[in-house]
């Protein structure tokens, strides 16, 4: 015990001090390997057995299709589609903000880049239209983060990964909260602006502008049509829909739209290559939570959680809690792999659904997106924006709290987000 308090205390000062976490899980699993003579060959061994699952393709290929769809005009297409949908009422823009995100959600995988894609058209025009820009960039952001719970998702793609859970199931599952936290963030939406009285000219909805859209995007609105229901219909599978994606999204851009050229091929490449550094953290974080076992951390954690409680309801607050905290200083990826090893015992032996219990994990990620000092869509959307992280941290905390019900929702009533898997696929059993 004293050997764990020693890791855990040299692990949570090398974070505080500002070493990256690849490096600080990296010294803190060696240290733990040279206090339990293990050989340091471990590490060695769990990198390359890391990267090697064929699955884990999917995540790069799903980064560089979504930013192929940003620079190719496929995000122009649907913002086009919900600007026309919604109207010009109070708030529409940042109404249209929201949708789109949603709808960019099911391309791209990824809360950062959909931010990116949608909050780099919609910031501008929210500031033309008087919307104060902290809270255009924190509509952004926040709707930004549902990238990561609308399928495909690069976070639900590690945690199946890592705790060996049907990512077509993840994925399913994860449509009912997406929706429902998209119509909260909505809510919020037009209640601010309506109380702020931001943009909105009192134009009514009407058709004929609308379907014009919808026809002029309807490459834009088939990509997740074809990624989604090739996977669902048995066409391909997650990693074969990724590779999908990405020759799609390079015809419509170069061949239908027009608007791909070579440099911004290149630029999406790079961009691709940046974003999957991250999956540097998959070594140290795998061999850290392999660690864990050997120091049966599950099992005293779980010895130590139900001595106080066994109702899975309080237990999955608890954990809920616990991730928020967490992943306002830690990388989402690192968290899911860490500590889905430890709590995901706990919650099994409680009969919470593993599927469930992904989708939970990624919408806690998804609040670790809006909250500083990491909030890697707060990042973004600063950048847009050019105001400080600061301003837009305050600004979005009324966001927050459609993710927080979201949380609420899965917890109360976990049947409503394991529908759709049990729909398609029967009722798992474990």
């Known amino acids: ?105 099911a391309l791209s995988g990824s809360g950062p880049a959909t931010t990116a894609a949608i909050g780099s058209v919609t910031i501008p025009a929210m500031r033309r239209e008087g919307y104060a820009t902290p809270f255009a960039a924190s509509i952004a952001a926040s709707a930004g983060a549902l990238g990561s719970v609308i399928p495909p998702s690069n976070l639900m793609i590690i945690y199946g990964l890592v705790s060996e859970t049907s990512i077509p199931r993840l994925f399913l599952a994860g449509v009912v909260p997406g929706i429902l936290v998209t119509i909260f963030l909505m809510i919020t939406t037009y209640i601010i602006a309506r109380r702020r009285g931001y943009g909105g000219s009192g134009e009514a909805f009407t058709w004929m502008p ?46 239908v739209y027009r608007q791909l050229t070579v440099k911004k091929v290149l630029e999406s490449l790079r961009f691709t290559a940046l974003m999957a550094g991250l999956l540097i953290l998959l070594t140290p974080t795998l061999a850290f939570g392999q660690l ?39 990388e989402s990826l690192a968290q899911i792999i860490l500590f889905t090893a430890v709590f995901l015992p706990l919650v099994q032996s409680l009969g919470v659904d593993p599927v469930l219990f992904g989708v939970f994990t990624v919408m806690t990620c998804e609040i670790g997106f809006l909250t500083p000092p990491l909030g890697g869509n707060l990042n973004v959307a600063s950048r847009i924006s050019g105001v400080s992280i600061e301003q837009i941290s305050v600004a979005v905390l009324p966001f927050i709290l459609a993710y927080v019900i979201g949380l609420l929702f899965m917890i109360f009533i976990p049947e409503a987000t394991l529908w759709l898997p049990n729909l398609f696929y029967g009722v798992a059993t474990y």
């Open 292 to 330: 864990s076992a050997f120091y049966d951390v599950p099992t005293a954690v779980e010895t130590a959680i139900t001595s106080i409680t066994a109702d899975p309801i309080i237990v999955m607050i608890f954990i809920g809690i616990f991730y928020i905290i967490i992943g306002t200083f830690m």
């Open 1 to 105: 015990m004293n050997e764990l308090l020693l890791i855990a205390l040299v692990f949570t000062v090398l974070t505080l001090i500002g070493v990256p976490l690849f490096a600080a899980v990296g010294v803190s699993t060696i240290l733990a390997l040279f206090l339990i003579d293990i050989p340091y060959t471990l590490m060695a061994q769990t990198g390359y057995t890391s990267l090697t699952p064929f699955p884990l393709l999917t995540i790069p290929l799903f980064v560089l299709a979504g930013r192929l769809m940003e620079v190719g005009g496929m995000a122009e297409r649907l913002i086009s589609i919900a600007t026309n949908l919604v109207g010009a009422y109070r708030g529409s823009l940042g109404l249209v903000t929201v949708f789109a995100c949603m709808l960019f959600a």
């Open 210 to 255: 609308f379907l014009r859209a919808l026809w002029e995007g309807k490459w834009a609105i088939g990509a997740p049509v074809l990624i989604l229901g090739g996977i669902y219909g048995g066409a391909f599978t997650p990693t074969e829909a990724a590779a999908v994606a990405v020759f799609y999204a390079l015809f419509v851009g170069c061949f």
